[in-house]
């Protein structure tokens, strides 16, 4: 009942390449593995769950998850703002911007919303976890996401 379900059928192929916890970078080395530059039926939707997800090292090597350096560092809007635009510049310079649907669930609006195609909008449905959009939601956000898609396969 996820979105990315929702997208395919008989004619399109849709592969997740989320992982949970994770963030623009991940999405960022992930969308490099998978790219293939001779196609011309690729679209990549990235959905930035919200700016401070991303993945942070300790001096020894520890990785921490997002929320808990948020806990430990003072991180600015203007870090924040740099980060977000650095790879929001580099992926649409490498694979173009016609070829990605950028897409926000950040219902907090910490991130520049009119950089996005598409947000998600909170549906009040939430998964079992609470903490996450429900099947309402996710229906809603990928009929959205139809018709961007229909827009750019013209």
């Not at 919200?50 to 203007?78: C, L, M, P, S």
């Not at 195609?117 to 998964?127: H, P, Q, R, Y």
Request: glycine letters at 6%; aromatic letters at 16%.
């Amino acid at each position: 009942k996820t979105f990315t379900h929702l997208l395919g059928d008989e004619n399109t192929t849709v592969h997740n390449h989320g992982a949970g916890g994770t963030g623009l970078d991940f999405a960022v080395k992930t969308l490099s593995e998978v790219y293939i530059p001779t196609s011309t039926r690729q679209i990549f939707i990235i959905t930035v769950p919200h700016y401070f997800r991303r993945t942070w090292f300790d001096d020894g090597g520890v990785v921490y998850k997002a929320w808990k350096v948020k806990e430990k560092v003072n991180i600015n809007e203007y870090n924040n703002y740099f980060y977000f635009l650095h790879q929001y510049e580099l992926l649409n310079r490498f694979v173009g911007r016609d070829k990605i649907i950028w897409g926000s669930w950040d219902w907090d609006e910490d991130l520049p919303q009119e950089m996005f195609d598409v947000i998600w909008d909170k549906v009040e449905d939430k998964a079992d976890d609470d903490l996450h959009p429900g099947p309402k939601s996710h229906k809603y956000y990928a009929e959205k996401l139809k018709k961007i898609i229909e827009e750019k396969c013209k």
